[in-house]
T-cell receptor, first 111, second 118 residues
Framework: GAVVSQHPSWVICKSGTSVKIECRSL??????MFWYRQFPKQSLMLMAT?????????EQGVEKDKFLINHASLTLSTLTVTSAHPEDSSFYIC???????FGQGTRLTVV | AQTVTQSQPEMSVQEAETVTLSCTYD???????LFWYKQPPSRQMILVIR??????QNATENRFSVNFQKAAKSFSLKISDSQLGDAAMYFC???????????????FGQGTILTVHP
């Protein structure tokens, strides 16, 4: 139970384009989801809290205009990296409130 | 704010031996949960074990057990009979108790890379 699914697993995009990452709760409803970012061999850092039906809450230092979060339903949150640049290349992972489980993660490479 | 500290960047163990990973945390809250996650090369975060702060008994999951010292704010993970498949990065994490706007948010330690030698 409490499965979280994330898609895509990896994506390569050109600099200046936008990329959307989806996070779904498969067997439960999640009013809140979390988005983390992880650089190689480093810890997970919380980027933002996604709230169903309302605006996301961003951690200090995270650009809300670059990392757009939409939580339109109780089972889906999306993270869109806008105008991506090579420094946005990273591993992005989501989790859902009330669950100790994570999505599979998305490896983003911007070339 | 809560903080989680893992002071061992790397640890190694011989197959079939026992290893203990350390974790300390700081919080002013009384209701919280502590977790150990394993992250293998696939980078999928795998829940290893969970401990509720209100429970005095240490959590155990097969070969994995914790030593939860609430007063000392210490939460170490013991892996018994280590296997090659245990090799991974391990993260200690803190989550506040139910209720409040940040429920579900995890604060992670820096991680410990565990190597298992055959």
């Amino acid at each position: 139970g409490a499965v979280v699914s994330q898609h895509p697993s990896w994506v390569i995009c050109k600099s200046g384009t936008s990329v959307k990452i989806e996070c779904r709760s498969l067997d439960f409803q999640a009013t809140t989801m979390f988005w983390y970012r992880q650089f190689p061999k480093q810890s997970l850092m919380l980027m933002a809290t996604s709230n169903e039906g309302s605006k996301a809450t961003y951690e200090q230092g995270v650009e809300k205009d670059k990392f757009l979060i939409n939580h339109a339903s109780l089972t889906l949150s999306t993270l869109t990296v806008t105008s991506a640049h090579p420094e946005d290349s990273s591993f992005y992972i989501c989790s859902a409130s009330g669950s100790a489980f994570f999505g599979q993660g998305t490896r983003l490479t911007v070339v | 704010a809560q903080t989680v500290t893992q002071s061992q960047p790397e640890m190694s163990v011989q197959e079939a031996e026992t290893v203990t990973l350390s974790c300390t945390y700081d919080t002013s809250e009384s209701d919280y949960y502590l977790f150990w996650y394993k992250q293998p090369p696939s980078r999928q975060m795998i829940l290893v074990i969970r401990q509720e702060a209100y429970k005095q008994q240490n959590a155990t999951e097969n070969r994995f057990s914790v030593n939860f010292q609430k007063a000392a704010k210490s939460f170490s993970l013991k892996i018994s009979d280590s296997q090659l498949g245990d090799a991974a990065m391990y993260f200690c994490a803190y989550r506040r108790g139910a209720g409040g706007t940040s429920y579900g948010k995890l604060t992670f330690g820096q991680g410990t890379i565990l190597t298992v030698h055959p």
